[in-house]
């Protein structure tokens, strides 16, 4: 082990060594503590996700305290890549992920894939959204897809993944929908939400594509305009933003986020984590996190993600094959 990472494994030592403890007298609590290992910067939707996982964890008292680590690079590569090289001190850790764990090691942007973590659960699903700053004079899909066809290479899409990435995927799927060579899309990545974010209110790009959840909260915060969500029908967290679907762009997608934890997890450490995980959706605290983002409820745990997991590889391969990723 480094001293690069020796302040974190301290931190991850300590959550391993509490984190299954007696439960209250009231039998309520499973957990004592998680330490969450977020793989990007604060403001994307991993950022998100284990946020609001370990504020209902906590507010619901299924978990005693949570605590959390943003570990940027390599599309998320060095964060799975420090939760395999330091197992044993990293059983106290949660790592959030999505689809691109599968779209990544397809891509082989780095060496592992989902088969080398212990698989705890699969939460939530996330729809895509495409926004642009409040102050664009795009308003719609079609507003964009006509600065597009004006001038392609001055009308850059940006997202908070690597290329050939989710968000590049999305972007991709759309233009396609919509027509257009899915190829030619002009696409910068940023390594978070955040730094896309960024890059969106200055100009350097003149879309974002990024999770529903993180559009509501930007458009809540009245930083940008949402131009299509990739939704069958309008969703209730942003009832004002139109579906591609009604917009002509024939396509949806929906994004799934869960949790892995380091390989070699005892069982009992991994069945608490998906206990109180299960429990958690019939918590007031877990609807109000989960409304307030738009996400819908996506839960399995175990060898049901594992089969959930697999399924997926070979439809976004087949995709990416198709869109001419791979």
Do not use: C
Not at 124 to 143: E, F, H, R
Not at 260 to 278: E, V
Not at 281 to 300: K, L, M, Q, S
């Amino acid at each position: 082990m480094t001293l690069k990472f020796g302040r974190r494994a301290v931190m991850a030592a300590a959550a391993a060594m509490s984190l299954v403890g007696p439960a209250f007298a009231g039998g309520h609590q499973v957990v004592e503590s998680i330490h969450f290992l977020i793989p990007g910067g604060a403001g994307g939707g991993w950022d998100g996700t284990a946020r609001g996982t370990g504020e209902a964890l906590t507010g619901a008292g299924l978990v005693g305290s949570a605590s959390y680590e943003n570990m940027s690079g390599g599309g998320g590569g060095k964060a799975i890549g420090y939760l395999i090289e330091n197992a044993e001190s990293n059983h106290g850790t949660l790592m959030v992920n999505s689809t691109p764990i599968v779209i990544r090691s397809l891509t082989g942007v780095f060496p592992y894939n989902f088969r080398d973590l212990t698989l705890v659960s699969g939460t939530i699903g996330d729809y895509a959204a495409v926004v642009v700053s409040k102050d664009s004079p795009l308003n719609s899909m079609n507003d964009l897809l006509d600065a597009y066809r004006a001038d392609p290479r001055g009308t850059a899409v940006g997202g908070g993944s690597v290329p050939g990435g989710m968000d590049h995927l999305v972007a991709a799927m759309v233009m396609q929908a919509a027509g257009e060579d899915p190829t030619g899309l002009k696409y910068i990545p940023y390594d978070a939400g955040g730094d896309a974010m960024a890059a969106l209110l200055s100009g350097e790009i003149q879309a974002l594509s990024t999770g529903f959840s993180e559009a509501v909260a930007l458009a809540d915060a009245g930083e940008v305009k949402i131009l299509g969500v990739t939704a069958d029908e309008r969703v209730a967290a942003y009832a004002d933003a139109a579906t591609m679907k009604e917009q002509g762009i024939d396509t949806s997608f929906v994004n799934w986020r869960g949790f892995f934890a380091a390989p070699g997890l005892p069982a009992d450490k991994l069945a608490a984590y998906q206990d109180a995980i299960a429990k958690m959706y019939d918590t007031p605290e877990w609807e109000a996190v989960r409304a307030r983002n738009g996400w819908v409820n996506i839960h399995n745990s175990g060898d049901d993600f594992a089969k959930f997991l697999e399924a997926q590889e070979q439809v976004i391969g087949d995709l990416m094959r198709k869109l001419g990723f791979l």
